[in-house]
């Protein structure tokens, strides 16, 4: 498969008067066209940054201070504003967390679809109108043309995250970064969603990068995994290896903590502790406050990713040589 892009030491820091808060400290990895990679841990842990990171969307006081983001041979964090602002939204596109704080309120959902094809295509209104109602279409809404003149708080949760796809989908990216897709919607809401994103990735092709804490939806649908944990990548493996092999501690910790994995009348199992504050110096492993398998090295020297098997890498002192 050809690479789409590919994130060498990607590093983001946050300058605040407290001190500096490490949110993505040196992240690596690749993904194909027409693969889906999932970012997973918990809250804090750095996976929302890393996109806004890709798509340079980081504002003050953050600031990405070291790494490479290459996509499709170029590397975005070196391109200039005008012509990133040409990737971003037309050749990489972003389904954020919140549909309510992605639209907005004073403007009709068709006008804010219109908007992208009209800038990135350069359709003409007439156009892009007729655009929007077969994109609307196309994402599931009934009566398309109708719900075009709708107001976001018109609409229901499940319709208003309907919408942003379409708008991310607008301009046909090559690159699709889905954040928490499916937060705040019901169950049934949320495999409608997801299976929509599929099914639009499937026929168009694109690579997607899916951030979520939903291990299901990453066994699921993910093809590789990365797990990140206090602003590092902690494993990355093809998804099926890292759920039948899990190697890092973080890892087998969640996996253990998942409710079908409890035994009938007992408690489910927890990560004791807490996720360390990154305004902390954390030399080491970030982690080694909650291992049960922490050793000496692990306070004061932070591993290395070591290749345990094919395509299989851990950022562990237990695999470092």
Known sequence: MKTLLEVKNLTTHFFSSRGVVKAVDGVDFSLDAGETLAIVGESGCGKSV???SIMRLVSAPGRTIAGQVFFEGKDLLLLP??????????QISMVFQEPMTSLNPVFRVGEQIAEGLVLHLGLSTGEARNETTELLKLVGIPSPAARSKDYPHQLSGGMRQRIIIAMALACRPKLLIADEPTTALDVTIQAQILELIDRLKAE??????????DLGVVAERADRTAIMYAGRIVEYAATAELFRNPRHP???GLLESLPQRALPGKPLRTIPGYVPDLLDDLPGCGF??????????CKGNTPLMNEVAAGHFVRCWKFCS
Not at 204 to 212: A, P
């Open 50 to 52: 890393t996109a806004y």
């Open 81 to 90: 504003d005008e012509e990133m602002r040409r990737v971003r939204g037309h």
């Open 204 to 213: 168009r092709k694109m690579g997607l990068i899916l951030i979520t804490h």
């Open 250 to 252: 973080y890892t087998e």
């Open 288 to 297: 080694c406050n909650r291992c049960p398998e922490k050793r000496g090295e």
